[in-house]
């Protein structure tokens, strides 16, 4: 089992920036590939990224290339989403997964933990 905690959601400006982070639980976090993925209201929730265990690979949704950077401290048992150039539309609940497999994949299936989700709001 692995438990996640996302932190660092919140209020920004358009334009402006916000990391998130990703507290996991246990001793194999390195094991697990992660994702953050997000829920606009009244929208299905869509990856926003996701990074590979060991040498990683990263994978970004169209929408957030370049703006969103997603990296891991396999000390800290953290994955983290710098998201900068904030927009309106960036508007939702992030959640923070986890799957044990390989590759990077980029749907919900794929994923066996999830975070409760922290919400991140951007005001134009």
């Known amino acids: 089992q692995v438990q996640l905690v996302e932190s660092g959601g919140g209020l920004v400006q358009a334009g402006g920036s916000l990391r998130l982070s990703c507290a996991a639980s246990g001793r194999t976090f390195s094991r697990y590939g992660m994702g953050w993925f997000r829920r606009a209201p009244g929208k299905e929730r869509d990856v926003v990224a996701a990074i590979s265990r060991g040498d990683p690979s990263t994978y970004y949704g169209d929408t957030v290339k370049g703006r969103f950077t997603i990296s891991r401290d396999n000390a800290k048992n953290t994955v983290y989403l710098q998201m900068n150039s904030l927009k309106p539309e960036d508007t939702a609940v992030y959640y923070c997964?986890?799957?044990?497999?390989?590759?990077?994949?980029?749907?919900?299936?794929?994923?066996?933990?999830w975070g409760q989700g922290t919400q991140v709001t951007v005001s134009s």
């Open positions: 997964a986890a799957y044990g497999g390989m590759g990077l994949p980029t749907t919900e299936h794929a994923y066996h933990f």
